[in-house]
């Protein structure tokens, strides 16, 4: 029996469907039996456990749900108690329910996965690796990422971890024997005397495994965007949809891959198409009002930028920059303490613009000093086209909402 696990926090009701995704596609390739271990708190409805169980029905596969909040309440208000800021305004808490896997799933051998993955390929192949008396194995970032990984990192920079050396955290095999019972609490106050650490539980796992894990091949965590710029044809790899890559495009490869999927789970029903048609009309309404803010704002030269050294000439030529507008160079891990001073010396004056890697997560930091989107700030990728280097794509949001 091959066991898969998923950390599941739906605050909203429409995260599981993804988690539905990526089972369909491990069951979908899988020849041998599968349990899926769903980590789950009281966020996941009635209606989203059955469709679970409904879709390992439907390929004759098993799921077992384990509710962390119950299971582990000591181990939740350690992590409270230890990271406030993080668990209420950064992170969802579903983020580090990979750590106790240790505590909740009576296995030797489990593998987790991030709910945006599409198996395409037979997870027997990645059960079957050899960990070599390794505690867990995982594909070094910069092969997942095509030598394209951001080297921006904490653990980088203070020379913690080396980049070659440095996982990605969406795909694990963990060799439960080789896990310590205190790992979880050891690794909370670790990030807790860490709090410089933009990517929490992976960042944990790093600085505790990143000189004793077994390497796997590339295929295992394969990243889309970087597939998708070099144009390569999908093949049997296990595809991690970082960074909201996903759209409605089905001469994409990648989309289809996602498509095709999603329509093997009860999600995808008769309700789905009612919701596409008000999420479209609501996003419609979304751009015409964004199109208003930004005729407004420039109409009062009230701009400020955050971007890297070598994207300034592009941004510069898209959004037509007037050199008295602030330009905030992202240089290294002063970079968002000198945005912040900024921000503050120009509070009510200008809005910034961000072209930061991970906005989400900087935008959860801002929100947490009292800046407010769309006032203070906001994402300049999403004024940008793919083609000149846009990031955030507005197909997620509208998947994302359904």
């Known amino acids: 029996m091959i066991h898969i696990c998923f950390g599941l926090h739906d605050f909203d009701g429409k995260y599981s469907k993804f988690v539905g995704t990526a089972l369909a596609s491990v069951f979908k390739n899988t020849h041998l039996g599968v349990t899926a271990h769903i980590l789950h708190d009281n966020s996941l409805t009635d209606e989203n456990r059955k469709k679970i169980s409904e879709l390992a029905e439907k390929f004759n596969q098993s799921a077992e749900f384990h509710n962390v909040a119950e299971l582990c309440p000591d181990e939740l208000t350690f992590l409270s108690e230890k990271l406030p800021d993080k668990i209420k305004t950064r992170y969802s808490i579903g983020t580090f329910y990979r750590l106790l896997i240790k505590k909740i799933i009576d296995a030797e051998k489990v593998i987790y996965l991030d ?3 599409i198996a395409n390929l037979d997870i ?15 594909v070094p970032e910069i092969e997942a990422s095509l030598n394209r990984m951001d080297k921006n990192k904490f653990l980088l920079n203070k020379g913690i971890v080396k980049a070659d050396n440095y996982f990605n955290a969406g795909v694990l095999i963990f060799d439960l024997n080789k896990i310590d019972e205190k790992f979880f609490k050891e690794g909370v106050e670790w990030l807790a005397e860490n709090p410089e650490c933009e990517y929490v539980d992976q960042d944990i796992l790093n600085a505790f495994f990143s000189e004793k894990y077994f390497k796997l091949m590339p295929k295992f965590n394969s990243f889309v965007a970087e597939n998708r710029a070099w144009n390569l044809p999908a093949a049997k790899k296990i595809y991690h949809c970082l960074n909201r890559c996903l759209g409605f495009d089905l001469n994409d490869e990648y989309n289809r891959l996602f498509m095709e999927n999603f329509a093997l789970t009860p999600w995808f029903n008769f309700d789905i198409i009612a919701k596409f048609g008000e999420q479209l009309r609501k996003e419609h309404e979304q751009h015409i009002t964004l199109a208003q803010w930004m005729m407004k704002l420039c109409n009062d030269h009230h701009r400020a930028f955050f971007l890297y050294r070598e994207d300034i000439w592009a941004v510069r030529s898209i959004f037509n920059i007037g050199y008295s507008e602030p330009i905030i160079e992202i240089s290294g891990e002063n970079s968002l303490d000198t945005l912040l ?5 120009l509070y009510g004056r200008k809005v910034f613009f961000l072209f930061y890697p991970n906005y989400e997560r900087l935008a959860d930091l801002l929100r947490g000093y009292g800046f407010k989107e769309f006032k203070d700030f906001v994402n300049g990728r999403i004024f940008m086209t793919q083609e000149q280097g846009g990031s955030t794509f507005p197909e997620y949001n509208f998947i994302r909402a359904l």
């Open 115 to 117: 709910a945006d993955i």
């Open 124 to 138: 027997a192949t990645l059960w079957e690796q050899d960990l070599k008396d390794y505690p867990l194995a995982a």
């Open 341 to 345: 001073k900024k921000m503050r010396d």
